[in-house]
């Protein structure tokens, strides 16, 4: 089974920056990634992309945080980092990665984050 694990959520102040991290690991090196990316859900909201980025590098944004986020990967280390500015209270939420791949070439399956919680408070 391939496990992400997110890093850097937390609090932070309006107008603050935040950098999120998430990395893909499995109990062996045979799965292979090919888009991963962020999205969040706020409470009593619906689901929303926030970025992601192919294996080739290339994006797509949301259109809530577009002009205001970028993403990026490691591959070689299989993760993904997403940094955003101008964070304001509706920002809040919690952010969950997700990545498509495979195991030993089988069908594309997809895989999600546990979320980790951002709250934009000042």
């Known amino acids: 089974q391939v496990q992400l694990v997110e890093s850097g959520g937390g609090l932070v102040q309006p107008g603050g920056s935040l950098r999120l991290s998430c990395e893909a690991s499995g109990s062996t090196e045979i799965f292979t990634l090919d888009t991963m990316g962020w999205y969040r859900q706020a409470p009593g909201k619906q689901r929303e992309l926030v970025a992601i980025i192919s294996s080739t590098g290339s994006t797509n944004y949301g259109d809530s945080v577009k002009g205001r986020v970028t993403i990026s990967r490691d591959n070689a280390k299989n993760t993904v980092i997403l940094e955003m500015n101008s964070l304001t209270t509706e920002d809040t939420a919690v952010y969950y990665c997700?990545?498509?791949?495979?195991?030993?070439?089988?069908?594309?399956?997809?895989?999600w984050g546990k979320g980790t919680l951002v709250t934009v408070s000042g």
């Open positions: 997700n990545a498509a791949g495979s195991i030993l070439g089988a069908s594309p399956l997809d895989w």
